[in-house]
């Protein structure tokens, strides 16, 4: 079973750049595809980004496409999200996932990680 940890939530200001990172640790980490998700106050939670186990496909959400980057180091253990022109709606409490089955199927995440909060200001 893995565990994951996220790191690197804060503030920023409208139109700056902040990056997350996930340590996963328990499992063979490049035997799982990798996933962001967000929840923002009163919202659902939803799928933002994944990425194969190679890291050679992603898949975004169409909110992110283009300001978003996700990406895998699997020497490190690692996912990162590199979010670029931030804006207010981003605001979210950000949380890695990790699954055994497709990168695309946002409902076959079997592991979480414990969220970091992202804010956005205006």
């Known amino acids: 079973q893995v565990q994951l940890v996220e790191s690197g939530g804060g503030l920023v200001q409208a139109g700056g750049s902040l990056r997350l990172a996930c340590a996963a640790s328990?499992?063979?980490?490049?035997?799982?595809?990798m996933g962001w998700f967000r929840q923002a106050p009163g919202k659902e939670r939803e799928f933002v980004t994944g990425?194969?186990?190679?890291?050679?496909?992603?898949y975004y959400a169409d909110l992110v496409k283009g300001r978003f980057t996700i990406s895998r180091d699997n020497a490190k253990n690692t996912v990162y999200l590199q979010m670029n022109s931030m804006k207010p709606e981003d605001t979210a409490v950000y949380y890695c996932?990790?699954?055994?089955?497709?990168?695309?199927?946002?409902?076959?995440?079997?592991?979480w990680g414990q969220g970091t909060q992202v804010t956005v200001s205006s």
């Open positions: 990425i194969s186990w190679s890291g050679g496909s992603s």
């Open positions: 996932a990790a699954s055994s089955y497709n990168y695309r199927q946002s409902g076959r995440y079997d592991y």
């Open positions: 328990g499992g063979t980490f490049s035997r799982y595809a």
